[in-house]
């Protein structure tokens, strides 16, 4: 009799105990990718970027849709693959990513610089490049945001 009075209870508890836990768990692997990605996504900077285009050692990736290239312009000598194509581009043959993306397909030791309007995807695409080996890619944290910005500011002075 009493354990049948506790039951509905003792159940409920169980419930809501199991969806408290499980709340728990999402809420601590989304601090724990947060962590991951903060931790392994090295950014470079506007000058550090332009010194490395300049020495030719890196493959710029512009990982935003074509639409806001057309749109908006690109950093000289960027090669666009949007966000949603990266892992299976980094994936392909280098046949057909020559073939698509008219660019030597980088290996895994190259240097990857990604870059997208703010920072946002061009994170996402490190995680995916470095899941997949490509453990020195790095990301243009300011994008093309800050690039044109920069850019205009130097025209300005006459730089
Ligand atoms: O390009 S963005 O994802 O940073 S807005």
């Known amino acids: ?11 409920g508890r169980t419930i809501f105990g199991s969806a408290e836990a499980a709340l728990w768990g999402l809420k601590s692997i989304k601090r724990s990718c947060l962590n991951f990605c903060t931790a392994i996504c090295k950014a470079v900077t506007y000058m550090e970027l332009k010194n490395l285009l300049k020495s030719k ?5 512009d990982v935003r849709e074509p639409w806001e290239i057309h749109e908006y312009g690109k950093i000289p000598g960027s090669v666009n693959i949007p966000l949603d194509d990266v892992g299976e581009a980094l994936q392909m043959n280098p046949k057909d990513f020559k073939e698509k993306y008219k660019e030597i397909k980088p290996s895994k030791s190259d240097s990857l610089v990604f870059s997208c309007l703010a920072g946002v995807r061009s994170k996402k695409a490190v995680v995916t490049a470095i899941s997949l080996g490509f453990n020195s890619a790095q990301h243009y944290a300011g994008g ?11 025209k300005k002075q006459g730089n």
């Open 144 to 154: 093309w945001k800050e690039w044109a910005t920069y850019e205009l500011s130097e």
């Open 57 to 61: 050692k890196i493959m710029l990736i």
């Open 1 to 11: 009799m009493v354990m049948q009075r506790l039951l509905p209870w003792s159940t």
